[in-house]
């Protein structure tokens, strides 16, 4: 009677359709990287899981430094790593020929097809020597600017229009004008640090050539390095080493230092932590002493090969680096200006900033970024970053003479770059380009 009882009851609960579907299982996809790639990241996540149910995204973002390390002993063990990981420039000439990552070019990503709509010399950079291997999507590139104090300048007498500044600063002796009229003795600096100068000449990291020749004695950058003498002597930097430090961070919003050099997404920085309260305080110029068009660094997007959800994760970096619509966004939000070309017809690379005083500067960024050209990367690039600005600023602590100065550039780069020198080396013959 029992059985015939809950029998009829089966019957019942099927006929009314009120039995619990079964529960989906959801997969969770994870992007790993540093501020504000997490800020971007939420502000086209929504647009993406619409397509996706059943997805979830989780963010697992720290500071640079503390992700680079953790990124670099997750490839090493082979697990730890998250679905998808942000690559710095700077490192990814460490990994792109090595093992560690998908290769985009491969199925089922077949990234080649994409190439002609990102910009080339930050396409270039992330792929292997032989071309055979692309290890990220390119995301960001850094049109590289000057960014500077308008109510500053105005107060002592300088041109405080773009156009007028550049014009001021195209040559070494109109910057060390400005670098006088803005100092005041132990308050207020043009610069944080005169070693900087030199160190400009090299955003882009081009340090050697295809021929691994090192590249460090250019004109304009011994006449850079001769002004930064000048400009230490008279005592019209701030002396400050790292550009990152709390330190150069509560002078650059707190006026004590009067401008600063980096790419364009120095800005959402500005905007977001380091001076939110001074919109239409700060304007953007060209690099100064002729130095030209140029890139410092931006970001990829890559798939480690322990991914677990490797197909869902180049899903998603195709809609975030290679739609108009999910790059114009984070644009809006952080400041991390496109690599990926056509998202700069969108009309809001016309579009006045007030944080800029009403400047373009989305059109002044697409111009930098169009006279930019590739260069050559190699394992041996970070280090010689910074080898090149210990040696510069020893030296000018020292008072060294520029040739003096340059010599001991030379010398620190060989020296701490010998084993990737020769790892680079061994992979160029592999590659056939010794």
């Not at 230092?257 to 304007?283: E, N, R």
């Amino acid at each position: 009677m029992f059985k015939r009882f809950l029998l009829l009851l089966l019957a019942l609960v099927l006929a009314l359709g009120i039995l619990p579907a079964a529960v989906a299982e959801e997969t969770v996809l994870t992007i790993g990287g540093w501020p504000a790639g997490d800020t971007a990241f939420e502000a086209i996540i929504p647009k993406f899981l619409e397509d996706h149910p059943g997805v979830r995204i989780e963010l697992n973002f720290m500071s640079t430094t503390d992700f680079n390390q953790q990124l670099t002993t997750a490839i090493a063990a082979g697990s730890g790593a998250d679905d998808i990981v942000m690559l710095e420039q700077a490192w990814v000439g460490r990994y792109k020929d090595g093992p560690g990552f998908e290769n985009l070019l491969d199925p089922p990503y077949n990234a080649g097809e994409l190439k002609d709509d990102f910009v080339d010399y930050k396409w270039d950079y992330g792929t292997s020597l032989d071309g055979t291997r692309t290890i990220g999507l390119v995301w960001d590139i850094g049109p590289a600017s000057l960014f500077y104090r308008r109510d500053i300048f105005e107060e002592v007498g300088l041109p405080s229009d773009p156009a007028e500044v550049d014009a001021l600063f195209s040559t070494w002796d109109g910057f060390l004008e400005a670098a006088e009229k803005v100092h005041i003795p132990g308050e207020r600096w043009l610069v944080s640090n005169a070693a900087m100068l030199y160190s400009w000449c090299y955003m882009n990291r081009d340090f050697f050539d295809k021929d691994l020749n090192l590249i460090i004695d250019k004109p304009v950058a011994k006449e850079a390095l001769e002004a930064a003498i000048k400009m230490r002597q008279n005592d019209w930097d701030a002396k400050i080493i790292d550009m990152w430090s709390n330190e150069a961070n509560a002078a650059f919003g707190g006026g004590q230092v009067a401008t600063v050099v980096a790419g364009c997404w120095y800005g959402g920085f500005l905007k977001s932590w380091i001076a939110p309260d001074l919109g239409g305080k700060w304007g953007v110029a060209r690099l100064p002493g002729g130095i030209g068009s140029s890139n410092w660094g931006g970001s990829y997007l890559a798939i480690p090969s322990q991914s677990k959800n490797k197909e869902l994760a180049w899903e998603f970096i195709k809609y975030s680096m290679a739609t108009a619509e999910a790059q114009n966004t984070m644009f809006d939000v952080v400041d991390y200006f496109p690599g990926y070309i056509p998202a700069w017809e969108d009309p809001m690379y016309h579009d006045e900033d007030p944080y800029f005083g009403g400047q373009k500067t989305r059109e002044l960024w697409v111009d930098i970024a169009k006279g930019t050209f590739p260069n050559f990367s190699t394992l041996m690039d970070t280090t010689a970053e910074s080898a090149m600005g210990n040696a510069v600023r020893s030296g000018l602590d020292e008072g060294l003479s520029a040739d003096e100065i340059i010599e001991n550039v030379k010398k620190g780069i060989l020296n701490e770059t010998l084993d990737d020198f020769e790892r680079m080396e061994e992979l160029m013959e592999d590659a056939g380009l010794r």
